[in-house]
């Protein structure tokens, strides 16, 4: 049973690890293709922040986000391999980071064909965000053996 678990952790986080490998391989000076595409979706959610909340958000290269969102996934999903909650953690905080703002179907109009693909792929990100939640609460509601020695107990002789 622990290997299927093992198989199933691996091909859960195939996800995050390929995308992590080929955000890194198209890095290069400037963040890539990667930071081309998520500058205009950055700067549209930081409007959107900024206007819903009165936050300001800090301005600063989208490479160094790419570079962060590169390095949960990567570690996150090295730990969530071998079962630790806090991989399975830092996946969550990189969706919970990364879906609002890559797949923004919210600005678009409900007929528009970008409005489909937007939105079946955030849902896709939402189920990989609630199996994440899952095995952090199995992880958790599992009772932990704790050691200790049962001595029998001595009659007395007197």
Do not use: C
């Not at 859960?12 to 995308?19: E, G, N, T």
Request: aromatic share 16%.
């Amino acid at each position: 049973m622990a290997f299927l678990s093992f198989v199933g952790r691996v091909l859960f986080v195939s996800v995050f690890v390929l995308s992590a490998w080929q955000e890194f391989n198209e890095f290069g000076d400037d963040g890539g293709s990667a930071a081309k595409d998520l500058t205009p979706k950055f700067n549209v959610f930081s409007k959107h922040v900024i206007t819903h909340t009165g936050f300001q958000v800090p301005e600063f290269e989208i490479k160094f986000l790419l570079a962060g969102a590169i390095a949960l996934k990567a570690l996150g999903s090295l730990l969530f391999i071998f079962g630790s909650t806090f991989g399975a953690t830092l996946l969550i905080l990189h969706q919970l980071i990364a879906t609002p703002m890559l797949y923004d179907f919210y600005n678009y109009d409900i007929e528009n064909k970008e409005f489909v693909r937007l939105f079946i792929k955030f849902t896709q990100s939402l189920a990989l965000l609630g199996g994440l939640l899952f095995f952090v609460g199995m992880k958790n509601s599992i009772p932990r053996r704790s050691v200790t020695t049962k001595k029998g107990t001595k009659t007395k002789t007197t």
